[in-house]
């Protein structure tokens, strides 16, 4: 996968809690992407972010759910007061350059659970 | 919204059949990118295709990119148990607030090819 580090690998959580997932992307890419997956089902875009810059947060509930890629360090999806709905696989990608035809590297994903 | 519809949802084979898998759209992409996932693993990009009617070939695997760039299919020949997974197709496409590109991904086609 090229190189971009998630974790932690699984994330259990207690419903009303906080979950802070980090995503390392690339070496040398400034363009990160969060995606959310349920079981059997594809991704599903949350939010684009350059360095220091949200892009593009569509995808993504307006409440509880935040995301950040400072200048330095890690990009943070932050899940506030978590529910039960919020189990999912969190995948984050990143690239180099958002041209046409450009590619995505993805991390292998956290997994977080709800109980 | 740009949807990508992938098909069959679900195909099981035996070891060295032949399938093939849909990715369509009644959007237009700039690209198109196929993804494998395994379980527990994030997506692991196969090909990117760019021009409308490009073919690309990668072993076993055959890509084709309609002419009109708003869908595509992958051929698999003689499968095997290793070509098991979560098939994913991407469409390349600016974001809702047109400044920015993002991947739009279609649900999948879980294939599993059994010895």
């Known amino acids: 996968n090229a190189g971009v580090m998630q974790n932690p690998r699984h994330l259990v959580r207690r419903r009303g809690q906080e979950a802070r997932l980090r995503c390392s992307p690339v070496k040398g890419h400034s363009h990160v992407y969060w995606y959310r997956q349920l079981p059997e089902e594809g991704l599903k875009f949350m939010v684009y972010?350059?360095?220091?810059?949200?892009?593009?947060e569509s995808g993504m509930p307006k409440e509880r759910f935040s995301a950040e890629f400072p200048k330095e360090g890690p990009s943070i999806l932050r899940i506030q007061q978590v529910v039960r709905g919020d189990s999912a696989a969190y995948f984050c990608?990143?690239?180099?350059?958002?041209?046409?035809?450009?590619?995505?590297?993805f991390g292998q994903g956290t997994r977080l659970t709800v109980v | 919204t740009q949807l990508l519809k992938q098909s069959p949802q679900f195909l099981s084979i035996q070891e060295g059949e032949n399938l093939t898998v849909y990715c369509n759209s009644s959007?237009?992409?700039?690209?198109l990118q196929w993804y494998r996932q395994e379980p527990g693993e994030g997506p692991v990009l196969l090909v990117t295709?760019?021009?409308?009617?490009e073919v690309k070939k990668l072993k076993r695997l055959t890509f084709q990119f309609g002419d009109a760039r708003k869908d595509s299919s992958l051929h698999i020949t003689a499968a095997q148990p290793g070509d098991t997974g979560l098939y994913l197709c991407?469409?390349?496409?600016?974001?809702?607030?047109?400044?920015?590109?993002?991947?739009?991904f279609g649900s999948g086609t879980q294939l599993t090819v059994l010895p």
């Open positions: 972010l350059q360095k220091e810059n949200i892009i593009d």
């Open positions: 295709v760019v021009t409308g009617g």
């Open positions: 990608a990143s690239s180099r350059q958002t041209g046409s035809g450009t590619e995505a590297f």
């Open positions: 959007s237009v992409f700039s690209s």
């Open positions: 991407a469409g390349d496409s600016l974001t809702n607030s047109g400044s920015a590109r993002q991947l739009t």
